[in-house]
């Protein structure tokens, strides 16, 4: 079984509805992050919690939230979505430095 | 300008040759330098990681850090098709709740039989 595991794989949603995309993870670390990926821009931060109490905003996390419910669980949720953000989002953790990432959503938002 | 520039490429090689991909940084606060390789489909996947400057060799895989010339680099060997992927280097200045680690945009690399 994957170390972090993200649901749904693929996703496609209209503009102006809510969604989630849910990960967890079996590494036992408390660090967890998500990330969208687009074209030529690389990963970019979206949020990250370095432990259940702590969340906090990335580089570009207006427009998204996210919910720690446990150790091993982060969820991200677009409010609104919106066209562009299709992107491909992975769920990540860490111990300290090395992060280890999910499969991966590919989202499309029509 | 990015803190962290990587060649987007696209990159292709003959199977075997030697193949080097590149990083230059701007911060010179980073010690710690990772490699990540992705596969279509998949998220990254740890493939090297060293503390400082120096070199480190696994297999077939060097990875070498000047921070002198905020420079990093990973050299395959005897290159495979399966080393076909997207391979992004990684940088962070430490491991506090003030750190982050700031990916490249990733090099896409095509072995040919």
């Known amino acids: 079984d994957a170390d972090v595991t993200q649901t749904p794989r693929n996703r496609i949603t209209k503009t102006g509805k809510r969604i989630m995309l849910e990960c967890s993870q079996t590494k036992g670390h408390d660090r967890m992050y998500w990330y969208r990926q687009d074209p030529g821009l690389g990963l970019r931060l979206i949020y990250y919690?370095?432990?259940?109490?702590?969340?906090n905003k990335g580089e570009i996390s207006d427009g998204y939230s996210v919910s720690r419910q446990a150790q091993a669980k982060f969820s991200l949720s677009l409010e609104s979505a919106i066209p562009n953000q299709t992107a491909l989002y992975f769920c990540?953790?860490?111990?300290?430095?090395?992060?280890?990432f999910g499969a991966g959503t590919r989202l499309s938002v029509l | 300008q990015k803190e962290v520039e990587q060649d987007p490429g696209p990159l292709s090689v003959p199977e075997g040759a030697i193949v080097s991909l590149n990083c230059t940084y701007s911060n010179s606060a980073f010690q710690y330098f990772m490699w990540y390789r992705q596969y279509s489909r998949k998220g990254p996947e740890l493939l090297m990681y060293t503390y400082s400057s120096g070199n480190k060799e696994d297999g077939r895989f060097t990875a070498q850090v000047d921070k002198s010339s905020k420079y990093i680099s990973l050299f395959i060997r005897d290159s495979q098709p399966s080393d076909s992927a997207t391979y992004l280097c990684a940088m962070s200045s430490g491991y506090s709740s003030a750190s982050k680690i700031i990916f490249g945009s990733g090099t896409r690399l095509s072995i040919r039989p």
């Open positions: 919690s370095f432990d259940v109490k702590d969340i």
């Open positions: 990540a953790t860490s111990d300290l430095i090395v992060q280890y």
